[in-house]
């Protein structure tokens, strides 16, 4: 009788701990899907935040850069990195959720400078390019044997090497890029050409919240992050965070219909 005793208490005291959970969650910067700003987050940020409080779960997100992201994630420091493309490499540490938005991946370079980009990555061989350290290109791109890449902590980084002429072309997110170079004040106060972007993109990705697949809790996790997900959409709180963010109709409808086909 004790023995049975004990085990329901130890059941009920884990479904109370899982029931009240406070996920912490970690990213990087990556306007103007995941904005470190109290007032306005960015509507990745929000969409998840709002996901997992419908499952009756407290949300604290660490904004820091990309890499020590995901060794936080790695070391069970936290429980998932959101804004994560998909590789091969990372789906054999991390489970991914479906994904919740999709992004541009360029080449960006001063207006000034004269480069030839056929759209194969060998015509990039002559130059330099920067990117942050640990950014999903392509799978092509991160296995070409002939690129010149150095990596930078940030895409913030990229662009200042870019604007001194320490770099020939920066890849990243194009969103992002355009983001930073408009509002971030370290870039503006620097006198530069105008920074424009190469055609054709490089790939267009996919955004994921991932979970190393050894977490005691990832299963758990990515349970509370669908079924909020599936909530949301069906409430219309999804549909008033991207309202809040200036989405018209179709753009609005791109992202539902992005999580919606995903759902079970």
């Given at each position: 009788m004790i023995v049975r005793l004990t085990g329901l208490f130890c059941c009920l005291m884990l479904s109370f701990s899982l029931n009240s959970q406070t996920w912490r969650l970690v990213t990087e910067p990556f306007p103007p899907f995941l904005i470190d700003n109290n007032e306005k987050p960015g509507w990745v940020h929000e969409l998840v935040v709002s996901a997992l409080k419908s499952q009756n779960k407290n949300v604290e997100i660490e904004y820091t850069h990309w890499a020590r992201a995901l060794k936080l994630a790695q070391r069970h420091k936290r429980v998932a990195v959101i804004g994560a493309f998909y590789t091969l490499k990372r789906a054999k540490i991390f489970s991914y959720s479906l994904p919740i938005a999709t992004a541009d991946i360029v080449?960006?370079?001063r207006a000034d400078s004269e480069i030839t980009y056929?759209?194969?990555?060998?015509s990039l061989t002559p130059y330099t390019i920067s990117k942050g350290e640990d950014y999903v290109i392509s799978e092509e791109f991160e296995h070409h044997p002939q690129l010149a890449v150095t990596t930078?902590?940030?895409l913030i980084e990229s662009l200042t090497l870019l604007i001194h002429g320490r770099v020939d072309l920066v890849a990243g997110t194009k969103e992002v890029a355009l983001y930073w170079l408009e509002n971030n004040e370290?870039?503006?106060?620097?006198k530069h050409s105008e920074i424009k972007v190469i055609t054709p993109f490089l790939s267009t990705q996919k955004l994921h919240?991932?979970?190393a697949k050894n977490h005691p809790q990832s299963a758990y996790f990515q349970q509370d992050l669908y079924t909020g997900l599936q909530t949301i959409v069906a409430n219309g709180d999804a549909a008033k965070i991207l309202k809040r963010y200036d989405f018209d109709t179709n753009q609005t409808d791109k992202v539902l219909a992005l999580l919606s086909k995903n759902f079970n």
């Open positions: 080449l960006l370079k056929s759209g194969s990555l060998y930078t902590h940030s370290t870039l503006q106060n620097l919240v991932i979970t």
